[in-house]
């Protein structure tokens, strides 16, 4: 049996406490912020591990390490407070200040390495033109997540900015990220242009929920109709693999571990669990099968996180090409 989220994200855990200060520095370098937050959040709630598990962990890794060649990411940002709620402030002082050491933060950047409610109480009280120009630069989960800090009538303001943001001049973002960096006392300047529309909107609002989905799409469709409609258009939600051709499910079940699916597939319709089984051999479909009968109560919560896991699996191997999105948001076959 494959190894679960949780189970991978608590060995990683692992793993970095059994390294010590100096080499988990130079792992959490490689990382991206969603990644060390995750990382974090698990060494902090790791209080005391058995020397045994210790031993599995820091076996397993070698085994993995010896079958696989190292793969190496240049990053220079670094998170303050993640490492702060992990280590404990004295501990993570000296780690922060060698990871950082030489290395700068851009004020939208840096938003990044916060969560949600900090970042919505930071920029609640901006104009939501500039809020959106802020939220179009993060991760669209992570800009989800913000925006459902928001109240309802701000919401519904920042998304229709959202998908009617064609660009921003260099000069205003400049303008905007000096802002930023006076707020996180960061500094460094942004390196990309923010960009707007209906697919960022789509994106953000696959991560959002389905109340406020609900919510964003209709004050939208009062502004503009047919802005609302391409908005759905190019939704893409975990029902959706109905829309999808067998042999691009086939690639899609290559990359997602089973504990995964069985999660995912606890708040599926009917018709798309027969349609994954179909796609599976006859004896991986009758497992499946048995482990979501016997599978207990979950909550909605795991269910729709596993879900938005496979979503960024599907749209990855989208993006790459490998598979073709069905449905009115994707490309049609002829």
Same mark, same amino acid.
């Given at each position: ?7 991978? /994200? ?39 591990? &058995?020397? #045994?598990?210790?031993?599995? +962990? ?7 390490? !010896?079958?696989? $060649?190292? +793969? ?25 200040? =060698? ?10 950047? $840096? ?47 920042? #998304? ?23 707020? /996180?006392? $960061? @500094? ?10 209906? %697919? ?9 929920? !389905? ?13 503009? &109709? ?10 893409? +939600? ?15 079940? =290559?990359?997602?571990? @089973? ?13 798309? =669990? ?8 006859? %004896?991986?479909?009758?497992?499946? =099968? ?8 979950? %909550? ?23 598979? #073709? ?10």
């Amino acid at each position: 049996m494959p190894t679960s989220p949780e189970e991978g /994200l608590e060995k990683s855990a692992t793993l970095l406490i059994a390294l010590g200060e100096e080499q988990a520095a130079e792992v959490l370098r490689q990382l991206g912020p969603r990644e060390v937050q995750k990382l974090g959040h698990a060494m902090a709630t790791l209080k005391s591990v &058995p020397r #045994v598990k210790v031993e599995a +962990v820091l076996d397993e890794f070698h085994q993995i390490a !010896a079958e696989h $060649g190292a +793969v190496h990411v240049d990053t220079d940002n670094y998170i303050r407070s993640v490492l702060t709620k992990a280590l404990g402030d004295d501990k993570a002082s000296n780690l922060i200040s =060698r990871i950082l050491q030489g290395g700068e933060t851009s004020g939208i950047e $840096g938003l990044k390495w916060m969560d949600a409610q900090t970042v919505a109480d930071l920029i609640k009280n901006e104009h939501p033109q500039i809020i959106a120009t802020i939220l179009v630069h993060l991760e669209h989960d992570q800009a989800s997540e913000i925006l459902n800090h928001f109240t309802e009538r701000l919401r519904n303001d920042v #998304v229709l900015r959202i998908a009617t943001l064609e660009g921003i001049q260099p000069a205003a973002l400049r303008e905007l990220n000096e802002a930023m960096m006076r707020i /996180l006392s $960061g @500094s460094a300047s942004v390196k990309h242009t923010a960009m707007g529309g209906v %697919r960022t909107v789509a994106e953000i609002l696959n991560f959002i929920g !389905a109340t406020n989905e609900t919510s964003v799409v209709d004050a939208i469709r009062e502004y503009d &109709p047919d802005l609302a409609q391409k908005i759905l258009d190019e939704m893409f +939600v975990f029902e959706n693999l109905m829309d999808i051709d067998d042999r691009s499910i086939q690639l899609i079940l =290559r990359e997602i571990q @089973s504990d995964s699916l069985i999660l995912a597939l606890k708040g599926a319709s009917p018709d798309l =669990r027969e349609k994954i089984f179909k796609n599976m051999s006859q %004896r991986a479909a009758e497992m499946l =099968r048995e482990d979501l009968e016997s599978k207990g109560p979950v %909550r909605l919560s795991e269910v729709e996180a596993e879900q938005k896991e496979i979503l960024k699996v599907v749209r990855r191997l989208a993006d790459e090409g490998q598979i #073709v999105l069905g449905g009115a948001g994707g490309e049609q076959m002829i």
